[in-house]
């Protein structure tokens, strides 16, 4: 399956999976925590800031952050037009930096990095009968599926601009449909493979 992780090397790809991760819910629940415009105002100048350092490490990652943007000028229009100009700046502020930093740490950290944190985290779980290991690996597949969705719909309206000369819109809806359900076969038959063995 395609991933957003980049090769490109940056200064975030130095850190460990787990510092990052932690980074990630602590920052995260602080976006939630802050009520002020202006204070989320400055984090997303810091996010603003923590993208462009990452240069071309986000060139994969461009048009699901473009695709972030319309969805939160999309919020911030209809809490506008309820009259809460207060509430659409919080929100879509809280969108934008939320996933500038969901969209960092994926483009900078390996899944199989990720998926081994995630065992270290549940691993209590085990003493509750639960199989930590399989959790894991449902958190990862979600994560890696959420990118590939993001990968094929990229090249898919790619290819239909070069055919067309136009955006593909709601035209891509059943391919991409088709290509993640093969996927997700192609994954499900892999799994029964490895597993059942």
């Known amino acids: 399956m395609h991933s957003l992780y980049s090769e490109s090397t940056t200064w975030l790809h130095g850190l460990r999976a787990g510092t990052k991760l932690a980074l990630l819910a602590v920052l995260g629940s ?3 925590i802050v009520q002020s415009p202006w204070w989320l105002a400055s ?14 490490a986000t060139r994969a990652a461009r048009r699901l952050m473009a695709t972030v943007a319309i969805a ?11 009259g ?3 509430l659409a700046a919080v929100s879509t502020l809280r969108l934008l930096c939320a ?3 969901g969209i960092a740490l994926t483009v900078t950290t390996r899944p199989a990095d990720l998926v081994h944190v995630l065992e270290r985290l549940l691993s209590p779980l085990h003493w509750f009968g639960l199989h930590p290991e399989r959790m894991a690996l449902q958190i990862a597949l979600m994560l890696r599926f959420t990118e ?19 955006a593909g819109g709601l035209r891509l809806i059943a ?3 088709i290509l993640m359900l093969q996927a997700s ?13």
């Open 30 to 32: 602080l976006l939630f």
């Open 43 to 56: 984090a997303a100048l810091c996010c603003a800031a923590l993208w462009w350092s990452l240069g071309d």
């Open 72 to 82: 939160a000028l999309l919020v911030a229009l209809f809490h506008l037009w309820m």
């Open 84 to 86: 809460h100009p207060a």
């Open 99 to 101: 996933s500038t930093l």
């Open 148 to 166: 590939h969705f993001f990968a094929q719909w990229q090249r898919l309206a790619d290819a239909y601009r070069l055919r067309t000369g136009k």
């Open 175 to 177: 391919p991409l449909a």
């Open 185 to 197: 076969r192609r994954v499900a038959d892999a799994l029964w493979a490895r597993l059942g063995a």
